[in-house]
């Protein structure tokens, strides 16, 4: 079976630049930090060893506002912006990554999650195996069969990462990965500030769609008198309604985003080695030069992956 590798850009890049520290050993010549480039490039290789696609894209974010922000103003309103440290190394993240052939997909008004949904249900359909690389547990309520999250984690330089299939997350949580949209209904997201019912949380929101399935289910329940929910965390949920039903609106990863539907337009491509080499050298990335033998001029093209 063929494989498909999609990559939350925007969340592997800021789990790098965290993972491994800002120094001068991590600078470029015209003096701007490398180290969330360095550690993307290091994760970004080694799920290429490890997996050996015929397809691959990396979605990232646009600083525009979602449909989801249209429809909650407070949506992500908590976060703080971008490091400028962080900041400065994206549009050079980029460079890289084109120089590599490597597909790159935005989109105005969507977020890189429902590039991601979007691709890997194509992807899915076209019978790949798909594994979507992000930081990001949201990604979890798209996992289904040939449908994988890997979830990376750097320490001290080294990347280590773990997948989660339809069945860890089964006997994770107790519940289906489709129905993780309904938990975050109930109790919401801090990070992502959306509000859920106030006073839900995690272990209370996954007991309660073990037992109902579902927010809707919950609600005609009570409205039947046939629920068995007590006390004030009836009563929590009985007049926040419409919080719930927004916050698991908000939390669904739409998988119809309108992107490519093409898969041959990510399939992997070779390098631009000279390009590649002109920019590892800039940002003194000898290790790479010399993995991939960039300094070495030649006809021969090398796979981004090996």
């Known amino acids: 079976m063929n494989k498909l590798v999609l990559i939350d850009g925007n969340s592997i890049v800021n789990r790098a630049f965290y993972g491994i520290m800002s120094t001068k050993a991590l600078m470029s010549a015209d003096g701007v930090y490398t180290n969330g480039i360095y550690g993307f490039l290091a994760i970004y290789f080694k799920i290429m060893e490890d997996i050996k696609p015929e397809y691959v894209a990396i979605a990232f974010d646009l600083k525009a506002p979602t449909k989801r922000h249209l429809m909650y103003k407070d949506y992500k309103g908590t976060r703080k912006g971008m490091p400028e440290e962080l900041a400065q190394q994206m549009p050079i993240l980029k460079d890289v990554l084109k120089a590599m052939n490597i597909t790159i997909i935005e989109q105005e008004g969507y977020e890189a ?5 979007t691709l890997a249900k194509l992807g899915k359909a076209n019978n790949l195996d798909v594994t979507i690389l992000t930081g990001d547990r949201d990604a979890f309520q798209l996992v289904e069969k040939n449908i994988k999250v890997r979830i990376p984690r750097t320490k001290m330089g080294k990347t280590e990462e773990e997948d989660y ?16 949209i309904e938990v975050k209904g109930l109790m919401g997201d801090a990070s992502d500030n959306i509000p859920g019912v106030p006073g839900i949380g995690e272990k209370t929101a996954i007991s309660l769609i073990q037992e ?95």
């Open 212 to 306: 109902y399935g579902s927010i809707e289910n919950i609600y005609n329940k009570i409205e039947k008198n046939e629920d068995n929910i007590k006390g004030k965390l009836r009563e929590k949920i009985a007049q926040n309604k419409d919080l719930a039903e927004l916050s698991r609106t908000l939390g669904t990863i739409d998988i119809h985003a309108p992107i490519l539907s093409d898969l041959e337009l990510i399939r992997t491509k070779d390098w631009n080695r000279q390009a590649v080499y002109e920019i590892f050298k800039n940002l003194r990335f000898n290790k790479y030069i010399e993995r991939f033998n960039l300094r070495r001029k030649c006809s021969s093209r090398s796979k981004s992956f090996i």
């Open 113 to 117: 999650d429902d590039i991601l949904g």
């Open 165 to 180: 299939t339809e069945e860890k997350i089964k006997e994770e949580y107790g519940i289906e990965p489709l129905k993780l």
